[in-house]
T-cell receptor
Framework: NAGVTQTPKFRILKIGQSMTLQCAQDMNHNYMYWYRQDPGMGLKLIYYSVGAGITDKGEVPNGYNVSRSTTEDFPLRLELAAPSQTSVYFC??????????????FGPGTRLTVT | GENVEQHPSTLSVQEGDSAVIKCTYSDSASNYFPWYKQELGKRPQLIIDIRSNVGEKKDQRIAVTLNKTAKHFSLHITETQPEDSAVYFCAASITSSNTGKLIFGQGTTLQVKP
């Protein structure tokens, strides 16, 4: 199993540009999450999904959108990038035992800089 | 909503000493408390977790204690080694919400000096 994969690893965006961060998992997990981690800070939940076709906002959703058309994929869309979105983005999945409250498996992260 | 506070923000110990990191949570409905370790430039990885139906859990040199009444939980690392140097995050979750959402603390940077 590849686990949770993310692409790209690094990206530099200009203010106002848009991009999609890709996330995929091959563990058949129902639950998937997007976090951002600012330098020296904890992880803040952006959006999450409890299954294909179901998404909801987390703590810091403004400026982002998600979709979940399949169990495997959970892309994060940034529209009109702003310097405040400079961060490391982590995707995670969970669901080994059918329900929440177990280990979340994180992807390697995407380091995004907006200038 | 839930809020998790973590202290201290940095901790430096000598190799072989013990390290303790403390977290408090605000929502009494929280019942799942994992701890994640993040090495520099790497992804967070679960090291231990505890549920609200137990007060303590151990795994070799790592232990976690939970005080539901006071709404705080702690990570204890004994006989620290240089490879324990990393950022540690606590988190809290309400499993009955059926979302798996974790609210993380701000992190503790642990430095173990050889």
């Amino acid at each position: 199993n590849a686990g949770v994969t993310q692409t790209p690893k690094f990206r530099i965006l200009k203010i106002g540009q848009s991009m999609t961060l890709q996330c995929a998992q091959d563990m058949n997990h129902n639950y998937m999450y997007w976090y951002r981690q600012d330098p020296g800070m904890g992880l803040k939940l952006i959006y999450y999904s409890v299954g294909a076709g179901i998404t909801d906002k987390g703590e810091v959703p403004n400026g982002y959108n998600v979709s979940r058309s399949t169990t495997e994929d959970f892309p994060l869309r940034l529209e009109l990038a702003a310097p405040s979105q400079t961060s490391v983005y982590f995707c995670a999945s969970e669901g080994a035992s059918g329900g929440p409250g177990y280990e979340q498996y994180f992807g390697p992260g995407t380091r995004l800089t907006v200038t | 909503g839930e809020n998790v506070e973590q202290h201290p923000s940095t901790l430096s110990v000598q190799e072989g000493d013990s390290a303790v990191i403390k977290c408090t949570y605000s929502d009494s409905a929280s019942n799942y408390f994992p701890w994640y370790k993040q090495e520099l430039g790497k992804r967070p990885q679960l090291i231990i977790d505890i549920r609200s139906n137990v007060g303590e859990k151990k795994d070799q040199r790592i232990a976690v204690t939970l005080n539901k009444t006071a709404k705080h939980f702690s990570l204890h690392i004994t006989e620290t080694q240089p490879e324990d140097s990393a950022v540690y995050f606590c988190a809290a979750s309400i499993t009955s919400s059926n979302t798996g959402k974790l609210i993380f603390g701000q992190g503790t940077t642990l430095q173990v000096k050889p």
